[in-house]
């Protein structure tokens, strides 16, 4: 792979960017990565471990001359980030971020962004539970979604160049309008996260009464949730204050459906109980067969390519 940015910032140093800044190295696509974060602690582990070029003090001098700058902060401290690098950046630079939502993300930022500098929001459909300097991987993002949400009349040469940093790093790229994304990623990423939270509350609330026997006793699938639970607090408070509408809307919807389920057993309706797994199962086994889960065993993919 060649070079495709002289140099990159990439401003918070966490699991993400530090992600980028293995990914970037695995392929050879960036001349120099320059790196800051808020907290000298985090800035001194990236130092001490080597997880970019150079580390900095300020978001301000780490984008100095820079041709591409990522935000990699919690989706809440965005517009304050946009607000302090604005007047430093590098004009004909592009100007991205990796937030979890894409509207909250696109007004906090978008009016600091100088006339001259191509502003396009990214997110990675990629994670774990994880969170700073030293959790980051090169592998993250291989075989995972990145969305590009570029507003309209944004240069095709700029969207071009950082859908093929993306590819590069492993994703396969997909343009997707940003209300849309935050509607979808509402339904795949953060009422899921939301359910996890609280599923894992209410076991502790049990384990009290039951002496531990909740977690001792948990299997796999409330093991996942447990995982997905351990995910960073303030990332995932700024998820929900800023896809807020989106949230509501489909916990509403999640609500009506427990409901309905609660009221079959409740009644004994094993018919509606049965259709409705029935129905879920199929949904699963389709996305298998479409290849459409990269965790999943390759029967799915294999049985598709036959
Ligand atoms: N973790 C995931 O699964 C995941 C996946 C895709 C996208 N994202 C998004 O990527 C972004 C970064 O997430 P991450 O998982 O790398 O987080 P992280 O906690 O690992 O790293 C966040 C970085 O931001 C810095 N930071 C925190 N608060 C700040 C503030 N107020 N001002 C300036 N810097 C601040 C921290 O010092 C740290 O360097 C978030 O917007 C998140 O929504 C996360
Ligand atoms: O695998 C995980 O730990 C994740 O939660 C990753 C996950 C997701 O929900 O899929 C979390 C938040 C993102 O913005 C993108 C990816």
């Keep these: 792979m060649s070079v495709l940015y002289d140099r990159v910032a990439l401003i918070g140093l966490g699991l993400i960017a530090g992600s980028m800044a293995l990914a970037m190295r695995r392929a050879q696509l960036a001349g120099e990565i320059v790196g800051t974060a808020r907290s000298a602690e985090t800035r001194a582990v990236a130092a001490e471990i080597g997880l970019v070029d150079r580390v900095v003090d300020t978001a301000a001098e780490a984008v100095q001359g820079a041709d591409l700058v990522v935000l990699a902060v919690p989706v809440g401290a965005m517009g304050a980030v946009a607000a302090e690098i604005a007047p430093h950046l590098k004009p ?11 509207r909250a993300v696109i007004d906090a930022v978008g009016p600091h962004v100088p006339e001259g500098v191509h502003f ?4 990675p459909l990629a994670g774990t539970e994880h969170s700073g300097p030293r959790s980051g991987f090169a592998e993250l993002f291989d075989n995972r979604w990145c969305l590009l949400v570029p507003a309209e009349g944004s240069d095709p040469k700029a969207v071009d160049r950082l859908r ?5 790093m492993g994703a396969s790229v997909e343009e997707m309008d940003a209300d849309h994304h935050d509607l979808v990623l509402a339904v795949t990423s953060h009422v899921p996260h939301l359910i996890a939270y609280t599923m894992v509350g209410v076991a502790d609330d049990l384990r009290r009464v039951t002496d531990s026997e909740v977690i001792k006793y948990s299997a796999a699938g409330f093991r996942d949730f447990t995982r997905i639970a351990a995910s960073d607090p303030t990332m995932w408070r700024d998820v929900f204050l800023t896809n807020k509408d989106a949230t509501l809307d489909i916990l509403g919807r999640f609500t009506e459906e427990l409901f309905a389920l609660q009221r079959a057993i409740r009644t004994g309706q094993g018919d509606i109980l049965f259709d409705y ?3 879920t199962r199929a949904i699963r086994r389709g996305i298998i067969q479409a290849g459409q889960d990269t965790d999943a065993p390759d029967f799915g993919r294999a049985k598709k390519a036959n």
Excluded: N
């Design 92 to 102: 004909g630079a592009t100007v991205s971020d990796v937030g979890s939502v894409k």
């Design 164 to 168: 093929a940093l993306w590819e590069a």
């Design 277 to 279: 797994f029935t129905h």
């Design 120 to 123: 396009i929001p990214a997110h």
